[in-house]
């Protein structure tokens, strides 16, 4: 794509964004399926409007599963995941989790990511780190996305590498990324699990991570509990 055409595509997603929030659209409506795919395709500056994506119906959310499972839609597959976390599909879970399984075993299949001990790419990359978070937001309607992020804060270390980040270092971003997404949720189970994730800790620095989690999570369950 040259770069006019590239420019023009990013002012109508932003248009579309601005579309979204208008005040004509304040109603609360479900997100048909072309307005779904623009909003996991949309750029944004800080972040993708979770409002948005909380609107997302039945008939989008099997719309982002295909594209989750599409390697074409890869470097929006991190939008995509955070998006079927934060609507709630009842398919979200088992997408997402294929979608892990596909990275963790780099096995040969529409979701694989690159072979054992090798470079991947940036986009799966941006997508492995918002995996956590997209739990996280399913945690709201899915009890399993407790349990998964806290197999994340004791899994092993990717057997991939990206860039300079080296397995200990993805070790430590996967566990921290899964315990601040626990925390976030402010559950009485997403506490109960950094509880359990901060026994017979030898890392000094993780356990003092979790210790300011669960400072987090206090706050998070009061809000909750308005």
Known sequence: MN???????????????????????????????????????????????????ARIGPAGAERLVEMLRDSEERQNHAQILLALGLCGSPDAMTAILDWKVGLDAAAPTQFAAAPPSVEIDRDRFKAWQALPYALGHLAR????????????????????????????????????????????????????????????????????HLMALRVLHAEQARERAK
């Open 141 to 208: 309607f899915d009890d399993r996305a407790v349990a998964e992020l806290e197999i994340l804060t004791d899994a092993e270390a990717p057997q991939w590498t990206f860039r300079h980040y080296t397995s200990a270092h993805l070790h430590d971003l996967a566990r921290r990324g899964a315990a601040t997404s626990l925390a976030l949720t402010g559950l009485p189970e997403a506490r109960r699990a950094l509880d359990r994730a901060g026994r017979n800790l030898s890392d000094v620095r993780f356990a003092e």
């Open 3 to 53: 770069r006019p055409a590239r420019i023009l595509g990013q002012a109508a997603d932003v248009l579309f964004v601005l579309l979204l929030f208008a005040p004509a659209a304040v109603a609360v409506q479900t997100l048909t399926v072309p307005e779904t795919e623009a909003l996991v395709r949309a750029s944004y500056f800080e972040g993708m409007p979770e409002a948005a994506a």
